[in-house]
């Protein structure tokens, strides 16, 4: 299993060395680490100095959706494994997705559970984040179950469903989620293998008021391009799959 490990990132050399220190202790190793600097002024730039195996690629500001699409395209191998420079991977990560993977080679795309850490204490994560794995669009509708650091996905996937898209300023990973699971399984690997740092002002789920109207724009997006004879296939009973009710973040 040859994997490319796509890190976009602005601003933020400092825990930008923790996430690759994190991806260089993995026990089973990727075939190559590219960094997506989204026009950083800060020393993001000065990086190879510490990580020199790794591949970096600057471009003008424009976004992590732009980031994780130039990443996908640099790509040389076959599996991509994202990893957002705020977050930290846990030295087994790779390794599950592998034996997963060898274990069902039909399988396109798998994510594992997370850890949560806020003000340097672990906090529980809520129940509407709860992880499933199989046939999981209905269980995706109503919230972004999936972090991208906690994803590996074949790039056979992204030519079938298209790449983040670059319209949306955030959820744009929810947007993903959504048009891979109505057509395809979503494995997950039930254990805490990645961490995720909360509460840095700079994150996208900080900066934006009123998450639920970027959800959706995505929902609409997939009405327009799958419409709803399609939706309504995912339900055994054959009726129309129920739109969420969204509730403010």
Same mark, same amino acid.
């Given at each position: 299993?040859?994997?490319?490990?796509?890190?976009?990132?602005?601003?933020?050399?400092?825990?930008?060395?923790?996430?690759?220190?994190?991806?260089?202790?993995?026990? *089973?190793?990727?075939? @190559?680490?590219?960094?997506?600097? /989204?026009?950083? #002024?800060?020393?993001? =730039?000065?990086?190879?100095?510490?990580?020199?195996?790794?591949?970096?690629?600057?471009?003008?500001?424009?976004?992590?959706?732009?980031?994780?699409?130039? !990443?996908?395209?640099?790509?040389?191998?076959?599996?991509?494994?994202?990893?957002? =420079?705020?977050? @930290?991977?846990?030295?087994?990560? &790779?390794?599950?997705? +592998?034996?997963?993977?060898?274990?069902?080679?039909?399988?396109?795309?798998?994510?594992?559970?997370?850890?949560?850490?806020?003000?340097?204490?672990?906090?529980?994560?809520?129940?509407?984040?709860?992880?499933?794995?199989?046939?999981?669009?209905? @269980?995706?509708?109503? *919230?972004?179950?999936?972090?991208?650091? %906690? #994803?590996?996905? *074949?790039?056979?996937?992204?030519?079938?469903? $298209?790449?983040?898209?670059?319209?949306?300023?955030?959820?744009?990973?929810?947007?993903?989620?959504?048009?891979?699971?109505?057509?395809?399984?979503?494995?997950?690997?039930?254990?805490?293998?990645?961490?995720?740092? !909360? $509460?840095?002002?700079?994150?996208?789920?900080?900066?934006?008021?009123?998450? /639920?109207?970027?959800?959706?724009?995505?929902?609409?997006?997939?009405?327009?391009?799958?419409?709803?004879?399609? +939706? %309504? =296939?995912?339900?055994?009973?054959? #009726?129309?799959?129920?739109?969420?009710? &969204?509730?403010?973040?």
């Amino acid at each position: 299993m040859e994997i490319s490990v796509v890190i976009p990132t602005y601003n933020r050399y400092e825990v930008l060395k923790r996430a690759l220190a994190s991806v260089y202790a993995q026990t *089973h190793k990727p075939k @190559e680490v590219i960094i997506i600097d /989204d026009g950083s #002024t800060d020393e993001t =730039s000065q990086i190879l100095k510490l990580f020199p195996e790794a591949k970096y690629y600057y471009q003008k500001n424009s976004g992590v959706s732009s980031a994780r699409n130039l !990443g996908i395209k640099k790509a040389s191998y076959e599996w991509i494994a994202f990893l957002d =420079s705020d977050d @930290e991977w846990h030295p087994q990560k &790779l390794q599950e997705h +592998l034996e997963l993977h060898l274990d069902s080679p039909e399988l396109q795309i798998s994510y594992t559970d997370e850890k949560w850490m806020r003000d340097a204490k672990e906090v529980n994560m809520p129940k509407k984040y709860r992880k499933f794995g199989g046939d999981i669009f209905k @269980e995706c509708l109503s *919230h972004c179950i999936i972090a991208p650091s %906690a #994803t590996i996905i *074949h790039k056979d996937l992204f030519e079938r469903v $298209g790449l983040f898209d670059e319209n949306l300023e955030v959820c744009e990973d929810y947007d993903l989620w959504l048009r891979i699971a109505i057509e395809n399984k979503i494995e997950l690997i039930d254990k805490k293998l990645i961490t995720k740092y !909360g $509460g840095d002002k700079d994150q996208l789920s900080m900066k934006f008021w009123g998450m /639920d109207r970027f959800r959706v724009k995505a929902l609409e997006k997939l009405l327009n391009n799958i419409g709803s004879k399609a +939706l %309504a =296939s995912h339900n055994s009973c054959g #009726t129309k799959v129920p739109l969420p009710e &969204l509730k403010e973040s």
